[in-house]
């Protein structure tokens, strides 16, 4: 089964940190761009950062930039999400998602994301 299978969520304070994980079974992520994307309730899902498939080059949100990192291990076909100085506007169901030529398209189930103290 190809899939992708985020982990990492839950509740942190204002101001303290997650990471998460995304990893994919069934097949490699080695030739796929990446991304990390959010839906908070009532609002429509936003990319906040993506990756190239080497890793090389990635891109972040106006609202993130600064406090998260993105980044991928293909030893254990793996991306993640470092998440520092959260905010409660950070609270929201985070998507990993995997593109590449094809087209191939997989998005994981969601992780809840919630800031509060």
């Known amino acids: 089964q190809l899939q992708l299978v985020e982990s990492g969520g839950g509740l942190v304070q204002p101001g303290g940190s997650l990471r998460l994980s995304c990893t994919a079974s069934g097949f490699t992520l080695e030739t796929y761009a990446m991304g990390w994307f959010r839906q908070a309730p009532g609002k429509a899902r936003e990319r906040i950062s993506c990756?190239?498939?080497?890793?090389?080059?990635?891109n972040y949100a106006d609202s993130v930039k600064g406090r998260f990192t993105i980044s991928r291990d293909g030893a254990k076909n793996t991306m993640y999400l470092q998440m520092n100085s959260l905010e409660p506007e950070d609270t929201a169901v985070y998507y990993c998602?995997?593109?590449?030529?094809?087209?191939?398209?997989?998005w994981g189930q969601g992780t809840q994301v919630t800031v509060s103290s």
């Open positions: 990756i190239s498939s080497s890793g090389g080059s990635t």
């Open positions: 998602n995997a593109v590449s030529t094809g087209p191939r398209n997989y």
